[in-house]
């Protein structure tokens, strides 16, 4: 292969990396949001743990983690989102503090440990979906 056609398969594979679909894209970005549900859900156990009560009418604060795609207002535009549901409000004061209490900043926390196991896992989906895209079987 001469250097204008490995120039022109490369173009062609940068292409369609750069046109991904949204759903590809959704792909991507959920498999980031479940590591990052999961490192939040063991740090919240951990600083937080489920110990009294049976947590309400929402239930533990660990209970209400989750991930899901499309972004905060569920428009699916190739975001995902990860994070606390009903509960939100109680991982707050518990992560920034109040008047009367401090913030231990838990949620900050993990997801700065948790920004490297996002990107590696990102970057694995989409390096699968590339693959796919250019003829391989995406494992």
């Known amino acids: 292969m001469d250097m204008s056609e490995a120039l022109v398969q490369w173009l062609k594979q940068v292409s369609k990396a750069a046109q991904l679909s949204i759903k590809d ?6 498999v980031g949001a479940d590591v990052l549900a999961t490192k939040l859900t063991e740090d919240t156990k951990a ?6 009560g049976d947590g309400g ?7 209400d983690i989750s991930s899901s795609t ?9 975001k995902s989102v990860a994070g606390f549901g009903n ?11 109040t008047k009367k209490l401090r913030g ?3 949620v ?6 948790a920004k490297n196991d996002v990107f590696a896992a990102e970057q694995a989906e989409y390096n699968k979906i590339i693959a796919k895209l250019n003829g391989g079987d995406g494992h």
């Not at 499309?70 to 190739?78: L, P, R, S, V, W």
């Open 25 to 30: 894209q959704e792909k991507i970005t959920k």
């Open 47 to 52: 600083k937080h743990p489920d110990t009294k």
């Open 57 to 63: 009418a929402y239930g533990h604060l660990s209970d």
């Open 70 to 78: 499309g972004d905060i207002d569920k428009e699916h535009n190739g």
């Open 87 to 97: 509960k939100a409000f109680v991982a707050r004061f518990l992560n920034d503090g």
């Open 104 to 106: 231990d900043h838990f």
């Open 108 to 113: 900050d926390n993990a997801r700065d440990d």
